[in-house]
């Protein structure tokens, strides 16, 4: 169970960068995570009160401190993007995000078995292919970390990393509090970065039915994941939902006519094949 709810929660990830990438190209990259995570955080007002979970203030600590490091980890991604390649940025990004929790969960005594953790291996290697885009050779050889945006992607690499381990750290009972605590802390932050830039509080017309969509997917996408890992390994569960970006490469390629490198193609059967590894254990 903790698979499917690992794999719905990339496919959320995924349709919510595609559609947040999207819309950044009309509107300030902070003014759509602002009024996304608005809309998000309406839904899920909406439906707590009809979600079994014991509150405490546990629970909105450890939610609050992982919307923290999320919030962080994507305004240094959006910061890398800008200012780097793809094909360094994400690469570095995406596996971070997925090692991270994997080294954790380890440490902390969780041991996948042998099928498993092959399958995580490979699963790793298709963040990379799946997080490649056209331009990675010419990347590779201007990389410096100056202005690459490679320290950038370090970071974001580990805020992620760390929302995945600090939402998996909620108590079990606690239901939807974790999500309403991470929302607090983003909101809040992404506020204070909306003031700093100036941006504009309020999107351009038009922009209204997709910032709906990119708030209920961000919040499925977290809400999968925090029920995958009180089903499953965080081990696990954070390599097959860090292969997020096989969807918003399929969703550039079909929508948006993006053509798929080599590399990408080969990601996804890796990752495939991986998930597939994973769930035989």
Avoid at 172 to 198: K, N, Q, Y
Avoid at 215 to 221: C, D, F, H, K, S
């Amino acid at each position: 169970m903790e698979i499917v709810l690992a794999l719905g929660s990339a496919l959320a990830y995924g349709i919510s960068d595609f559609t947040g990438g999207v819309l950044s190209k009309r509107a300030h990259v902070f003014t759509v995570i602002l009024v996304s995570q608005l809309v998000s955080s309406a839904f899920l007002l909406i439906a707590l009160p009809f979600w079994d979970g014991s509150f405490s203030w546990e629970a909105l600590q450890w939610g609050a401190a992982a919307g923290l490091a999320g919030m962080t980890g994507a305004a240094l991604l959006y910061r890398g993007l800008a200012i780097g390649r793809m094909g360094v940025v994400a690469p570095i990004t995406a596996v971070l995000a997925a090692a991270i929790p994997l080294a954790f969960a380890l440490a902390v005594g969780e041991r996948p078995g042998l099928t498993a953790l092959i399958g995580v291996v490979v699963g790793l290697i298709a963040v990379v292919l799946v997080s490649s885009s056209a331009d990675a050779a010419a990347a590779k050889t201007s990389a410096r970390f100056g202005g690459s945006g490679v320290a950038e992607a370090l970071g974001a690499g580990v805020g992620f990393g760390l929302f995945f381990i600090l939402l998996e750290r909620t108590p079990h009972e606690s239901g939807l509090w974790p999500l309403a605590g991470a929302r607090v802390s983003m909101i809040a932050l992404v506020v204070l970065l909306v003031a700093i830039a100036r941006a504009p509080a309020r999107p351009p017309a038009g922009m209204g039915g997709t910032l709906v969509l990119l708030g209920v997917t961000n919040l499925g996408a977290d809400l999968l994941f925090l029920l995958a890992t009180r089903t499953g390994l965080l081990s696990l569960v954070a390599v097959i939902t860090s292969l997020y970006p096989a969807a918003t490469v399929a969703l550039a390629r079909v929508v948006l006519d993006e053509r798929m490198v080599k590399q990408q193609l080969v990601g996804v059967v890796c990752a495939a094949f991986s998930v597939a590894l994973i769930a035989l254990r």
